[in-house]
């Protein structure tokens, strides 16, 4: 399905504390992972995996890691939002000095990145100008980065959120939501695994029902992913999500919601599978088909 690449009509953004539905431009990025009365689209896949998992992550959040601050730094340039990036003269980081500069920038609230790292990203934000779509969805002055909705659902009453990589402003024509995300490989038969290993057609999905229920976009708004390998020549792979797999990420999303809705009410946070009984197993079925012919 091709897109044109246009820019949809945008309310005007509600600002200050998170005191009900409404988009918050300028929220930091830690308030709004730190809003535990809201349920994100991460959360929402956590809690299909096991409600424990997403409390017990609720409860412990971990550290970042070196791989998000690469991501974060490429999101830095691409969006143009974010912490200061510092490029630390050093090939690793096993020398006590490389360490030394690396949590006095962090301290300071910056990314420190080796210097190799720090000229690759820059190179990956170059690639990424001269891509056709993915620097018409991202072009400077077309909309706001980093943008935290927040809105009610319904069906079960609860608050849910969603960052916004980009939010185009208001220039007539349908909505298109970009989410822009580093990869390994950007090729489609790669890619088709990315989506279902992390589920972002769940994200997909869920972030199109934050732009509708806050009258951003109508049905014809659009998600799209923009997906770029961190190796040269950094190929750019712009993804659209054809509708049976939108439907399948809104009914995945609508289970978790009401799995959520129901922890939340009795205070009870399941693993994998239910605590009031056993789980009946069977052995996979290329397992079963081959011992059983061998065996019985």
């Not at 988009?23 to 409600?51: C, D, F, M, Q, W």
């Not at 002055?141 to 959120?161: C, K, Y």
């Not at 199109?208 to 750019?236: H, M, N, W």
């Not at 809705?261 to 088909?289: I, K, M």
Request: include cysteine; hydrophobic fraction near 40%; glycine fraction near 8%.
């Amino acid at each position: 399905m091709t897109t044109t690449v246009q820019t949809g009509a945008v309310q005007a953004p509600a600002a200050g504390p998170i005191t009900g539905p409404g988009i918050y431009p300028n929220l930091a990025v830690e308030e709004y992972h730190a809003h535990r009365e809201s349920l994100s689209s991460t959360g929402a896949r956590t809690i299909l995996k096991a409600p424990a998992l997403f409390r017990h992550e609720q409860d412990h959040p971990q550290p970042r890691r070196a791989v998000f601050d690469f991501g974060t730094a490429a999101h830095k340039l691409v969006l143009g939002d974010g912490p200061e990036l510092v490029a630390v003269d050093a090939g690793d980081w096993r020398t006590k000095a490389a360490r030394a500069e690396r949590d006095e920038v962090e301290a300071a609230g910056g990314i420190a990145l080796l210097a190799a790292d720090y000229d690759r990203v820059h190179d990956m934000a170059d690639a990424l100008r001269r891509h056709p779509i993915a620097s018409a969805v991202f072009a400077p002055g077309a909309g706001r980065p980093e943008q935290s909705l927040f809105w009610t659902d319904r069906p079960t009453g609860v608050m849910r959120r969603a960052r916004l990589d980009w939010l185009p402003y208001p220039r007539g024509g349908r909505l298109i939501v970009a989410d822009y995300k580093t990869t390994v490989s950007a090729s489609p038969e790669a890619l088709a695994r990315t989506v279902d290993t992390y589920g972002y057609h769940q994200q997909a999905a869920w972030y199109l029902d934050g732009v509708r229920a806050l009258e951003l976009g109508d049905e014809s708004a659009v998600f799209l992913l923009v997906f770029q390998e961190k190796t040269a020549p950094y190929l750019i792979t712009v993804v659209q999500l054809d509708l049976l797999t939108l439907r399948v990420g809104a009914a995945k999303n609508r289970r978790a919601l009401q799995v959520y809705a129901e922890c939340t009410a009795s205070g009870r946070w399941p693993g994998y599978v239910s605590d009031d009984q056993p789980h009946f197993l069977s052995l996979p079925p290329w397992a079963l088909a081959r011992d059983t012919e061998e065996y019985l």
